[in-house]
């Protein structure tokens, strides 16, 4: 592995003047060490603010469906491959979806994201249907832009989403697509891949995103970060991997280092693309979470994740506050 100097993170300057980084030189730059990493955040930081200003979006998911997932994830709390103590409920009602809405637009999240556990719908089906119904009473009620994440789609049931009223769908490739066969069994990176075309063919937009820490190398986090850039989309969520207790995947003891050198060179790959920091930040970056945003992100997740809770709202809000 070649260490990284000075020279290269001027070098990197030119993703300024809308020059693109090679993989050769991102790999370079993510192994970023003392006394330079305030040299890589600083370009990440620079990069952030002209594409994005100072503002920091927000944005607040519901899990509308847990557990009983039939894929074998082995980071997943809601796979029915693993014994967890994640909560295993169906599909909430329509009314109970838009009153998680309200509460998120009460809290000032700008977005709504409606998470279902599962592999998907190739095809519609009555669940299916009842999250498009979900999407349009929430739109008409509350005006927040809505999102879903339903799993894998085809252009058809993507189409369904969009005429519903949605604007973007979640869908994660999770890992570099080479290190996916190790995290899951059950389907492949070209199915999620699939899915992310298929939903940008129809004119969705597409936050896709995923976890560090998986037992990728950095190689791979490079890899992640170009295959995103490949894909075109349009947000980017980063998760840091947390052990749940049950789950295959053994802890990952990824350093803060490692954490704000990979939004970085994400950042510097992706530079017109929203970066959001997600589940992992409260414990993991506990009261370094300022510094992802001079790292290079310029979103974060509010209010709970999936399978664990969140921080309270008002902290947050002060964070955002404070980066002004
Ligand atoms: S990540 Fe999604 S597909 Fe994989 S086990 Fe969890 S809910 Fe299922």
């Known amino acids: 592995m070649k260490s990284i100097t000075s020279k290269e993170i001027l070098d990197a300057y030119k993703v300024l003047n809308g020059e693109e980084l090679t993989p050769g030189e991102a790999l370079a730059l993510i192994q970023t060490k003392p ?10 930081d620079k990069t952030r603010l002209k594409f994005f200003k100072s503002k920091i979006d927000t944005c607040e998911i519901t899990n509308a469906k847990s557990g009983a997932c039939s894929e074998d994830c082995s980071f997943c709390a809601q796979s029915a491959h693993h014994k967890t103590n994640a909560s295993v409920y169906s599909l909430k009602t329509k009314e109970e979806l838009l009153k998680a809405a309200k509460i998120a637009k009460g809290h000032g999240a700008e977005s709504f994201c409606i998470v279902v556990s599962g592999k998907g719908y190739p095809k519609a ?9 979900s999407i349009g009473l929430i739109r008409r009620e509350t005006g927040l832009e809505l999102h879903c994440s339903p799993g894998i789609l085809t252009k058809e ?10 604007i973007m769908i979640n869908h994660n490739l999770e ?4 290190n996916f ?7 492949k990176i070209q199915d999620r891949i699939n899915t992310v075309k298929a939903a940008k063919y129809v004119g969705l937009k597409v936050c896709c995103g995923g976890i560090i820490g998986l037992g990728e190398t950095l190689q791979q986090r490079v890899e992640f970060a170009f295959a995103l850039k490949e894909l075109d989309v349009d947000a ?3 998760n840091i991997h947390q052990k749940i207790p049950g789950t295959k995947l053994p802890e990952s003891n990824i350093s803060l280092t490692e954490i704000l050198n990979f939004i970085a060179v994400l950042r510097l790959v992706n ?5 959001k920091i997600a589940a992992g930040r409260n414990s993991i970056l506990a009261d370094y979470q300022g510094l992802v945003f001079h790292a290079g992100a310029n979103g974060m997740l509010i209010g709970g994740y999936l399978t664990i809770p969140g921080r309270d709202i008002e902290k947050d809000r002060n964070l955002i506050n404070s980066l002004r």
């Not at 006394?35 to 990440?44: F, G, V, W």
């Not at 089906?125 to 119904?133: D, G, L, M």
Request: charged share 20%.
């Open 157 to 166: 049931t993507a189409k369904m989403i969009k005429d519903a009223g949605a």
């Open 175 to 178: 890992t570099a697509p080479s």
């Open 35 to 44: 006394p330079y990493l305030m040299d890589l955040y600083s370009l990440a």
């Open 125 to 133: 089906n009555a669940e299916f249907n009842s999250i498009i119904e």
């Open 236 to 238: 980017i969520p980063v």
């Open 181 to 187: 066969k190790d995290i899951c069994t059950t389907h």
């Open 271 to 275: 530079p017109t693309k929203g970066i």
